[in-house]
């Protein structure tokens, strides 16, 4: 599975973006999926997450009521809606496809990740 994420680039403070994340093969679609970050210096975490078919949301506490995670499996594409952006939430943004069927928050649960893309949020 090949994991191309788009949507990143520089924002000011409060504004927002909208990152997606198409999967290569139709597999990803009866798998979970989510969104991690690393900031600079920062370790790799979990931003949120989904279930495969969209039933089980989990949003980290540093993003929840900011952003939404949803996905369209007809079209093997994930999306993070991302509003009130903050400088703390300058980071690359990576998607992955989890190894079951349900969401999971830690990293070692996904089997396959995209390359990133970069967000910058200026104050």
């Known amino acids: 599975v090949q994991l191309q994420a788009s949507g990143g680039g520089l924002v000011q403070a409060g504004g927002s973006l909208r990152l997606s994340c198409t999967a290569s093969?139709?597999?990803?679609?009866?798998?979970?999926m989510g969104w991690f970050r690393q900031g600079p210096g920062k370790e790799r975490e979990f931003v949120a997450g989904?279930?495969?078919?969209?039933?089980?949301?989990v949003h980290a506490d540093s993003v929840k009521g900011r952003f939404t995670i949803s996905r369209d499996r007809a079209e093997n594409t994930l999306y993070l809606q991302m509003t009130s952006l903050k400088p703390e939430d300058t980071a690359v943004y990576y998607c992955?496809?989890?190894?079951?069927?349900?969401?999971?928050?830690?990293?070692?649960?996904?089997?396959?990740w995209g390359r990133g893309t970069q967000v910058t949020v200026s104050s």
């Open positions: 093969r139709r597999t990803s679609s009866n798998n979970g």
């Open positions: 992955a496809v989890a190894r079951g069927a349900w969401m999971a928050s830690s990293a070692r649960d996904y089997a396959y």
């Open positions: 989904i279930s495969w078919n969209g039933g089980n949301i």
